[in-house]
Nanobody, 121 residues
Framework: VQLQASGGGLVQAGGSLRLSCAAS????????VGWFRQTPGKEREFVAS????????DYADSVKGRFTTSRDNAKNTVYLQMNSLKPEDTAVYYC???????????????WGQGTQVTVSS
């Protein structure tokens, strides 16, 4: 499975962005997907995750109520809708796929290139 995150950009605080994670491979619908972010000098941080069918989701406390992840397996794409963005959300965002588990502690087998999100105050 190959993943490519896109949709990042520069937005003012309080604004919204929608990230997309496009995947190749006919079996993508069998994978759970996680979103992570990282800023220079800091460890990678879990943001959100959803199961292979999208029925269950999990979010970091810092984004609950503001971010929503969903998927369209027919399009091999997972989305991260980010609302009420804050300067502290600034980071490179990555998507990753897991064939065995989901959530913040899952072992993700495949990682995409990140997309930069910058939130100005």
């Amino acid at each position: 499975v190959q993943l490519q995150a896109s949709g990042g950009g520069l937005v003012q605080a309080g604004g919204s962005l929608r990230l997309s994670c496009a995947a190749s491979g006919r079996t993508f619908g069998r994978y759970a997907v996680g979103w992570f972010r990282q800023t220079p000098g800091k460890e990678r941080e879990f943001v959100a995750s959803l199961t292979w069918n999208g029925y269950s989701t999990d979010y970091a406390d810092s984004v609950k109520g503001r971010f929503t992840t969903s998927r369209d397996n027919a399009k091999n794409t997972v989305y991260l809708q980010m609302n009420s963005l804050k300067p502290e959300d600034t980071a490179v965002y990555y998507c990753a796929a897991s064939s065995t588990a989901w959530g913040s502690t899952a072992n993700y087998d495949f990682w995409g290139q990140g997309t930069q999100v910058t939130v100005s105050s």
